[in-house]
């Protein structure tokens, strides 16, 4: 008699801890990625990434990839979570027809995802959908990337991610396009893939 007690026993403690695996294990993993691949303002990310004709997976890797989604002052003066410039800024909301834009305006999500996406879709327009080329400018500037792909097309060469001589810039961009990936992957919903 018992043995059956003990069994019964093992059984039940047994149960517990799968259903205790089922149950923690998918909180953790999320806990694990929202600690790994943050995403915040997601319904903004959507709208601008709709708007602009952007992936919103592309502009929340961006984010990531100048913020983590924690916006912030740089050392050179780009603000807020996409590290905008404010000489850029002002030159994007000329170009976009903005009436009221102060700089003070990039510590707000809304106006800093809008303007940072606007740049994007501009800097994509400008190189012929080249996300490469797009990334590499958002991060290293047009002078830079103008410069090396005319270097480049002298000798008849396509622009490549190894064709970035400046490794900042270059690590910038394998980041992004890993990242925009991920958040597809893991950010579906949120993104609005689902």
């Known amino acids: ?7 019964l026993l093992a059984l039940i403690a047994l149960a517990g801890i799968v259903v205790a695996v089922l149950v923690v294990v998918p909180l953790a993993r999320r806990a694990i990625q929202h600690f790994t691949l943050p995403l915040a303002y997601a319904s903004i990310i959507r709208e601008q990434a709709h708007d602009k004709r952007l992936d919103p997976a592309l502009v929340a890797a961006v984010i990531y990839s100048e913020t983590r989604f924690r916006p912030r002052t740089s050392p050179t003066g780009a603000l807020g979570l996409m590290q905008i410039e404010p000489a850029t800024a002002t030159f994007l ?5 903005a009436t009221s834009f102060t700089v003070a305006d990039l510590g707000t999500p809304q106006v800093n995802i ?8 501009y800097l994509l327009n400008l190189y012929d959908g080249n996300v490469v080329m797009a990334l ?22 396509l622009f490549r991610i190894s064709d970035i001589p400046i490794a900042q810039t ?9 990242k925009q990936q991920a958040y597809r992957a893991h950010w579906a919903r949120a993104l609005g893939y689902t």
């Open 114 to 121: 809008a303007y940072g996406s606007y740049y994007i879709r």
């Open 93 to 97: 909301a000329h170009r976009s027809g």
């Open 136 to 157: 590499a400018a958002y991060n290293g500037g047009e002078t830079n990337v103008d410069h090396w792909v005319q270097r480049l097309k002298q000798s008849h060469q």
């Open 170 to 178: 270059r690590l910038y961009v394998q980041e992004v396009l890993s």
């Open 1 to 7: 008699m018992k043995l059956v007690p003990r069994r």
